[in-house]
Nanobody
C-alpha cells in the first residue's frame, strides 16, 4: 500500500506560482510512475503531468506544457508539481497518483491522494 498526501494548494493571483508536494509513505516511489491530475467543478479529472519510474521521463498535457514541471525526489519519497504563470482556468482540485512500474503515461493508477485545492484569482 502507498499513501499519498498532497499539500501546497491555496489561493494565488493570476500569473503567480505554486509548488505542490505529494508525500508518499508505505513504499518507496522509486518503482512507481507518478502522475498529477486535476479536476475542476463540473469537469472530469484529467492527467496533467507524469514522470516515468525508470528514467524519470516526463509528459505534460497541452494545457500546462511550458508552465508546469513535475519532478520527483525518490530519497524524500516525494513528487512535486511546480506551476507557474497560473491562470484562472487552472483552478481545480489537484491529485497525485502512483502506478506500480507503469509506463510514462498509464491509463490507470493504483493509488490516489485526497487532493489539494488550488484557487486562482483574476
Amino acid at each position: 500500500q502507498v499513501q499519498l498526501v498532497e499539500s501546497g494548494g491555496g489561493l494565488v493571483q493570476a500569473g503567480g506560482s505554486l509548488r505542490l508536494p505529494c508525500a508518499a509513505s508505505g513504499r518507496t516511489i522509486s518503482s512507481y510512475t507518478m502522475g498529477w491530475f486535476r479536476q475542476a467543478p463540473g469537469q472530469e479529472r484529467g492527467l496533467i503531468a507524469s514522470t516515468w519510474w525508470t528514467t524519470g521521463s516526463t509528459m505534460y498535457a497541452d494545457s500546462v506544457k511550458g508552465r508546469c514541471t513535475i519532478s520527483r525526489d525518490n530519497t524524500a519519497n516525494t513528487v512535486y508539481l511546480q506551476m507557474n504563470s497560473l491562470k484562472p482556468e487552472d483552478a481545480a482540485v489537484y491529485y497525485c497518483a502512483a502506478k506500480w512500474r507503469g509506463v510514462v503515461s498509464p491509463t490507470t493508477y493504483d493509488y490516489w491522494g485526497q487532493g489539494t485545492q488550488v484557487t486562482v484569482s483574476s
